[in-house]
T-cell receptor, first 113, second 115 residues
Framework: EAQVTQNPRYLITVTGKKLTVTCSQN?????MSWYRQDPGLGLRQIYY???????DKGDVPEGYKVSRKEKRNFPLILESPSPNQTSLYFC????????????FGPGTRLTVT | AQKITQTQPGMFVQEKEAVTLDCTYD???????LFWYKQPSSGEMIFLIY??????QNATEGRYSLNFQKARKSANLVISASQLGDSAMYFC????????????FGTGTQLKVEL
């Protein structure tokens, strides 16, 4: 089944404790992206990757890191999480850069206390 | 900068009726794509339908159709024969080739289907 998977689905952590949210897709997609969803602000792009080893900042990259060592994986790293990073996070992928639909993972609900 | 506007925070519709969810957009780029996503209470984002800026015909996918009026910059979603399972948040989004190729989302419309 073609899908985007994220782990963990739910995470409660404390300020400053490094964490990684994994994202994997099995559709051989070139383009991958991370979004966060916050009430009243909608979904905003954090980072994106147009292909392996090619990543760039989105609209809200502060406090996050990403890497794209393999085509299928695009982990999101929070080196020192803070409470303002409490949010619902989505990984998404599309066939390639361009006007293609993006397929979303199931979401990761993160709470930083 | 691109912008998506959804002016209906919430809507009610009776089961088996049709409903239209409004979406207007703003961009000066001639090449863009318009998308609708459904987000049920469980939280996942489900792709529903896509319309390209150069497409001559309105997109349809099963009970979903997109009423694309380019001159008015609107891309309304029409759901025919509503079902209880259609109750969810619906987002309109736009994607350009530049600007990180990201999806720009509207604020969403909460649809409730009633018996």
């Amino acid at each position: 089944e073609a899908q985007v998977t994220q782990n963990p689905r739910y995470l409660i952590t404390v300020t400053g404790k490094k964490l990684t949210v994994t994202c994997s897709q099995n559709m051989n997609h070139e383009y991958m992206s991370w979004y966060r969803q916050d009430p009243g602000l909608g979904l905003r792009q954090i980072y994106y990757s147009m292909n392996v080893e090619v990543t760039d900042k989105g609209d809200v990259p502060e406090g996050y890191k990403v890497s794209r060592k393999e085509k299928r994986n695009f982990p999101l790293i929070l080196e020192s999480p803070s409470p303002n990073q409490t949010s619902l996070y989505f990984c998404a992928s599309s066939l390639r850069t361009g006007i293609y639909e993006q397929y979303f993972g199931p979401g990761t609900r993160l709470t930083v206390t | 900068a691109q912008k998506i506007t959804q002016t209906q925070p919430g809507m009610f519709v009776q089961e088996k009726e049709a409903v239209t969810l409004d979406c207007t957009y703003d961009t000066s780029d001639p090449s863009y794509g318009l998308f609708w996503y459904k987000q049920p209470s469980s939280g996942e984002m489900i792709f529903l339908i896509y319309q390209g800026s150069y497409d001559q015909q309105n997109a349809t996918e099963g009970r979903y159709s997109l009423n694309f009026q380019k001159a008015r910059k609107s891309a309304n979603l029409v759901i025919s024969a509503s079902q209880l399972g259609d109750s969810a948040m619906y987002f309109c989004a736009m994607r350009l080739t530049g600007g990180g190729n990201k999806l720009t989302f509207g604020t969403g419309t909460q649809l409730k289907v009633e018996l």
